[in-house]
């Protein structure tokens, strides 16, 4: 084979080379946008024109929160601070509740909800992941940032721990009490069910905790 030849023999294999990593890098990107990019689509989908953010006023405190439209649904974006005569507790550092709001056991998170909102039921929790994109649960990483503080959905989570860190420290995870209750351990003690959110990406409705937790709540304005 001659020089020239040899020269073109090896140019060629070269471009073929080149051809060929270019391809491994522009499917490894593009495996690497879709998951934002799905996201992005879903929720520009389910919220798009219909999103909008208003308030909430509880005629029994006058205290108001911020709400958010998530597809169908109206949440408190911000957690539940009413004071009830028993089964509640301030956030540690917050003991009027402006920032974090309350912890809650199951049955004064029922009796706390104010009039015209009511508990989200386990199927509730579900609708909102769904709106959201997101419809196999336990989920990592798709639903964590757009639920947290600051993410795109508006329902702004600020990971307030659990009473006493029964459960979790704060900085760590939040939960939020459902209306309906799961599995039984005992005869005694009930589960409800519940959206947790743990630090750095983790998303589930689970019923692992008793009653006697103390939780945040959320609530669902009434249509």
């Not at 995870?173 to 519940?194: D, H, I, M, Q």
Request: glycine share 8%; hydrophobic share 35%.
């Amino acid at each position: 084979m001659s020089v020239d030849s040899k020269v073109v023999s090896f140019v060629f294999v070269c471009l073929l080379a080149v051809v060929f990593l270019n391809g491994c890098y522009s499917a490894s990107t593009r495996a690497e946008k879709e998951p934002t990019e799905r996201t992005e689509l879903l929720f520009a989908l389910h919220l798009g024109k219909d999103s909008q953010k208003d308030s909430f006023t509880d005629a029994r405190d006058s205290q108001t929160y911020k709400t958010v439209r998530i597809g169908d649904q109206v949440w408190l974006a911000q957690n539940l601070n009413y004071v009830t005569e028993e089964g509640s507790w301030p956030v540690p550092g917050d003991p009027d509740g402006q920032q974090f709001g309350r912890f809650y056991t199951w049955d004064a998170a029922k009796k706390a909800v104010p009039p015209g909102c009511h508990l989200p039921s386990r199927r509730e929790f579900e609708e909102l992941a769904a709106t959201l994109g997101v419809t196999d649960l336990p989920n990592w990483n798709d639903l964590y940032p757009l639920l947290i503080e600051g993410g795109a959905s508006g329902f702004n989570v600020r990971l307030t721990g659990s009473h006493n860190e029964a459960y979790s420290r704060r900085g760590r995870s939040a939960s939020f009490w459902s209306s309906e209750t799961g599995w039984k351990l005992f005869p005694f003690l009930k589960n409800p069910w519940r959206l947790s959110i743990r630090a750095p990406n983790y998303v589930n409705i689970g019923n692992g905790a008793e009653s006697d937790y103390g939780f945040n709540v959320r609530c669902i304005v009434d249509d």
